[in-house]
């Protein structure tokens, strides 16, 4: 039986991405099951009908549920391991693990300010200061990974990895708020803008056209 990934709106569900990039781009079949974000009870119902965690991204594999996109990720890597998600090295492994458990518990200011919105036109605002020592963080990581493992290939760990599933959504975030990075940085921004799974999923996000009031700020 194929796996469905339960997703949301993909112009906003910056977790339902996460997992979603990582099927994808690694070619493992599945359906999607779209269920729109906040538009009242009877969606919210559909979501808690299939996880009492009542949110997106959720992976059903059979008699397996499995919600939160960083424990969906695992779970395909542990179903999947030819696809190796993770890098093979166990040190660039638990690198890779590292900074995947950074961005999922951390970076609050930066995805509070800049919300993921593929259809918000492409504009600079005032940050907090918070939200800028994430942004330094993020490109402290981006280019220390590109410094260590560039000589492999492109991505943060050479080949595509769960590491870039889980930044997806801050490229998309460090496009459209116009934020100033550093060479190193654009260049990774640019491999995953032109990876095929990467841009799949933007145009399905571009060609939605519900929107959700409280996520178009400024
Ligand atoms: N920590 C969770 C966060 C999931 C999450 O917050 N999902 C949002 C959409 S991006 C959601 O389902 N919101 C719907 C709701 O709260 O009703 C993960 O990594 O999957």
Redesign the pocket.
């Known amino acids: 039986m194929t796996m469905k990934l339960v997703i949301?709106n993909k112009n906003?569900?910056?977790?339902?991405m996460?997992?979603w990039l990582a099927l994808r781009a690694s070619q493992i079949p599945f359906d999607e099951v779209f269920i729109p974000?906040?538009t009242g009870e009877a969606d919210?119902q559909r979501?808690l009908g299939v996880s009492r965690?009542?949110?997106?991204?959720i992976l059903i594999d059979g008699e397996v549920t499995v919600?939160?996109?960083?424990?969906?990720i695992e779970y395909i890597a542990e179903r999947f391991p030819d696809k190796r998600l993770w890098p093979e090295d166990p040190a660039h492994r638990a690198h890779a693990r590292s900074i995947s458990a950074e961005m999922?518990s951390g970076f609050a200011a930066l995805r509070n300010e800049c919300g993921?919105n593929l259809h918000r036109p492409v504009r600079a605002i005032a940050l907090s200061s918070e939200a800028c020592a994430d942004i330094s963080r993020v490109q402290q990581i981006w280019t220390e990974c590109r410094g260590r493992y560039g000589k492999f290939g492109e991505f943060l760990f050479g080949s595509f990895s769960a590491a870039d599933a889980m930044f997806a959504p801050v490229v998309h975030r460090f496009r459209t708020y116009a934020i100033a990075v550093v060479p190193e940085v654009q260049a990774y921004m640019d491999t995953m803008m032109a990876l095929p799974a990467f841009r799949e999923w933007t145009e399905g996000g571009l060609a939605e056209t519900l929107v959700i009031k409280k996520f178009e700020t400024a």
């Open positions: 949301g906003y569900s910056s977790w339902s996460r997992p974000l906040y919210k979501i965690a009542g949110k997106v991204p919600w939160d996109s960083l424990a969906i999922h993921m």
